[in-house]
Antibody, heavy 118, light 108 residues
Framework: QVQLQESGPGLVKPSETLSLTCAVS?????????WGWIRQPPGKGLEWIGS???????YYNPSLKSRVTISVDTSKNQFSLKLSSVTAADTAVYYC???????????WGQGTLVTVSS | EIVLTQSPGTLSLSPGERATLSCRAS???????LAWYQQKPGQAPRLLIY???SRATGIPDRFSGSGSGTDFTLTISRLEPEDFAVYYC?????????FGQGTKVEIK
């Protein structure tokens, strides 16, 4: 059974960098699939942030591209998100998820709430 | 960027009734790369439908998807108590992947 688990600070100060990690179990990242980050502000809809392939190829939402870095560590079977220069508008539940090429998100993490506040 | 508009915003129905949810795209979704997700409070979204009409593993057959081009529909034939939730459509044929704003199916 594929499982994804997000981890990272729940509180980040404005202008700092948000850092999250998604640990994958039950499936080797190196075996394929794309691995993505999606966020959901409280009471609002879903926004795709970006994705990575096990080779390291990355794909970002243009709306966030200047502030986002996604990386993968195949030895630890995990991938990470960094979002710089955060503001209150970046407060959201952050999910990690898996999808095949030209596919939909089939496995999701439970999500982690990140609040941007001083 | 493809904008997905879902309607209605809220659907008030009783258990046993039929639910019809709409998702309209601002431009054609290539190869029907459209998915539907169900989200309950405090939970991650769950994949229901992919490729516009294919049910994901373990999804009951009361859920069905249809449509192509710019107009897509999710139908729940007979609402069960556990089906009251928020539903999102998503297109993954063009980058960036985008989601609709959601339709809440609530108990009448």
């Amino acid at each position: 059974q594929v499982q994804l688990q997000e981890s990272g600070p729940g509180l980040v100060k404005p202008s700092e960098t948000l850092s999250l990690t998604c640990a994958v179990s039950g499936y080797s990242i190196s075996s394929g699939y794309y691995w993505g980050w999606i966020r959901q502000p409280p009471g609002k809809g879903l926004e795709w942030i970006g994705s990575i392939y096990h080779s390291g190829s990355t794909y970002y939402n243009p709306s966030l591209k200047s502030r986002v870095t996604i990386s993968v560590d195949t030895s630890k079977n995990q991938f990470s998100l960094k979002l710089s220069s955060v503001t209150a508008a970046d407060t959201a539940v952050y999910y990690c998820a898996r999808y095949p090429f030209r596919g939909s998100f089939d496995y999701w993490g439970q999500g982690t709430l990140v609040t941007v506040s001083s | 960027e493809i904008v997905l508009t879902q309607s209605p915003g809220t659907l008030s129905l009783s258990p046993g009734e039929r639910a019809t949810l709409s998702c309209r795209a601002s431009q054609s979704v290539s190869s029907s790369y459209l998915a539907w997700y169900q989200q309950k409070p405090g939970q991650a979204p769950r994949l229901l439908i992919y490729g516009a009409s294919s049910r994901a593993t373990g999804i009951p057959d009361r859920f069905s998807g249809s449509g192509s081009g710019t107009d897509f529909t999710l139908t729940i034939s007979r609402l069960e108590p556990e089906d009251f939730a928020v539903y999102y459509c998503q297109q993954y044929g063009s980058s960036p992947m985008t989601f609709g704003q959601g339709t809440k199916v609530e108990i009448k």
